[in-house]
């Protein structure tokens, strides 16, 4: 079948550094998205994984290890603007998204 | 272009009504793709179209639900015999296909209740 895990909630204060991770089993593998989501509102791209590595961009990063199933979104320098779901999915063979459930990032002053 | 649009915004219906969603896609975008979220959960895939086609509907949640794109442009969701179950966010997305990376753009959804 096809999961992709991520942790329900996380909590990080301002000005620090938080890595939500992402692990994944699907059918087929056409990279990996980041998307945000703050409450009530649509969900809007942060980052696109298809090769293995890091992709800076900002204050945020996202690493993909293919082998390992496996990739985290890293956010710095948190700011209160932060506090957001933020959600992994996977492009499959078919080129459709397979949605994790979102973690959710709660910031701290 | 403003991006993704969808109408309405809010829709409140009593049990047994159907109701029907429409979504304006980015104008370029040859790809839609119709999602339900409900609350703590990521987007739950329902259908998509790659142009007038509809590409995949074996994942619509049941017979009640059935979605149009008559002229590759903008595309209707619509629920027969709404049950109280089916109360979620409906979201569109649109994305442009080049290379291997499909971007989706998502609209602001259309929050559904019924009571």
């Known amino acids: 079948g096809q999961n992709i895990d991520q942790p329900t909630e996380m909590t990080a204060t301002e000005g620090a550094i938080v890595q939500i991770n992402c692990t994944y089993q699907t059918s087929g593998f056409n990279g990996l998205f980041w998307y945000q989501q703050h409450a009530g509102e649509a969900p809007t791209f942060l980052s696109y994984n298809v090769l293995d590595g890091l992709e800076e961009k900002g204050r945020f990063s996202s690493f993909l290890s293919r082998s390992k199933g496996y990739s985290y979104l890293l956010l710095k320098e948190l700011q209160m603007k932060d506090s957001a779901s933020y959600l992994c999915a996977v492009q499959d063979s078919n080129y459709q998204l397979i949605w994790g459930a979102g973690t959710k990032l709660i910031i701290k002053p | 272009d403003t991006g993704v649009s969808q109408n309405p915004r809010h829709k409140i219906t009593k049990r047994g009504q159907n109701v029907t969603f429409r979504c304006d896609p980015i104008s370029e975008h040859n790809r839609l793709y119709w999602y339900r979220q409900t609350l703590g959960q990521g987007p739950e895939f329902l259908t998509y179209?790659?142009?007038?086609?509809?590409?995949?509907k074996s994942r619509l949640l049941s017979d009640r639900f059935s979605a149009e794109r008559p002229k590759g442009s903008f595309s209707t969701l619509e629920i027969q015999r709404t049950e109280q179950g089916d109360s979620a966010m409906y979201l569109c997305?649109?994305?442009?296909?080049?290379?291997?990376?499909?971007?989706?753009?998502f609209g602001p959804g259309t929050r559904l209740t019924v009571t």
């Open positions: 179209f790659q142009n007038e086609a509809q590409l995949e």
């Open positions: 997305a649109s994305s442009l296909v080049r290379d291997s990376l499909y971007e989706q753009y």
